[in-house]
């Protein structure tokens, strides 16, 4: 299956710096598998799905071709969020433990609580680095403040 890594930072990001398949790499430093770039229709139509589907529904508007302003919102999710997560957990029980997909709904939306494949790049210079899970962004926009502009680089495809 195939996804997207887009990369968000609050600095614009120049073109040259643009995260791309030569300068991404997995959390253990080896190069993710099948990643390409994408055209700019492609990239255009990923950012608004990005804003109008897979970033906390308010939270961001666009504002730019490449840029989206946080508008708030993070108490209220972050509030939504540990209900459901205790709601995955308390449905954890000595019998069923074990199972993979008991523990393993709760790991996923410890890991990734915006159940989504895209993963996340924060850095501006688009310099040797990874992407990470859904958490990890939120935890990023959990340090901005509202009205904070974010700037997206690169958008590339990879393979998972």
């Excluded at 508007?61 to 995955?88: C, D, F, L, S």
Aim: glycine share 8%.
């Amino acid at each position: 299956m195939h996804s997207r890594i887009f990369q968000i930072t609050t600095e614009q990001v120049e073109r040259k710096n643009y995260l791309n398949e030569n300068t991404l790499e997995q959390g253990d430093g080896s190069p993710i598998n099948c990643c390409s770039e994408i055209d700019d229709d492609e990239r255009e139509q990923n950012i608004a799905c990005l804003v109008g589907a897979i970033l906390p529904k308010g939270m961001f508007t666009r504002v730019g071709t490449n840029i989206i302003r946080y508008n708030g919102g993070m108490e209220q999710w972050k509030a939504e969020t540990v209900a459901m997560i205790q709601e995955k957990a308390a449905a954890l029980t000595a019998d069923n433990l074990f199972r993979y997909s008991a523990h393993r709904n709760l790991e996923q939306t410890l890991v990734n609580p915006l159940d989504t494949a895209c993963l996340f790049y924060t850095d501006a210079e688009g310099l040797q680095g990874y992407a990470d899970k859904s958490y990890y962004f939120m935890l990023f926009v959990d340090g901005l403040e509202e009205g904070t502009l974010l700037h997206i680089g690169g958008v590339i495809d990879y393979h998972f």
